[in-house]
């Protein structure tokens, strides 16, 4: 059984940083591809970055150069850097995993934590 587990949120002044984790059991980070999402009150689910088995990294423009994904293979975890943030950055942020390269479709999600950017 694959389970995906997200901590690290919590409410953050804009401007500030968050790092958020993303623990795998029953899949292995180091040959899966992996994403991070994220969906705001009454707004579709956007993803945020997606890195690939082949470490094929790509982020989304509002992420893009604030937003940092990393892994710690030892730990089976996810990290996604998150600095300069702003108030449109509130959400549920999830991690999303599948085994191999991805299909299309992911085949394991998180149940999320919430950001909130506020002063």
């Known amino acids: 059984q694959v389970q995906l587990v997200e901590s690290g949120g919590g409410l953050v002044q804009p401007g500030g940083s968050l790092r958020l984790s993303c623990v795998a059991s029953g899949i292995m980070f180091t040959s899966a591809s992996v994403a991070w999402y994220r969906q705001a009150p009454g707004k579709q689910r956007e993803m945020v970055v997606t890195?690939?088995?082949?470490?094929?990294?790509t982020y989304a423009p509002s992420g893009k150069g604030r937003f940092t994904i990393s892994r710690d293979s030892a730990k089976n975890t996810v990290y996604l850097q998150m600095d300069n943030l702003k108030p449109e950055g509130t959400a549920v942020y999830c991690c999303?995993?599948?085994?191999?390269?991805?299909?299309?479709?992911?085949?394991?999600w998180g149940q999320g934590t919430q950001v909130t950017v506020s002063s």
């Open positions: 999303a995993a599948s085994n191999g390269l991805f299909a299309g479709r992911w085949q394991f």
């Open positions: 890195v690939t088995n082949t470490a094929l990294t």
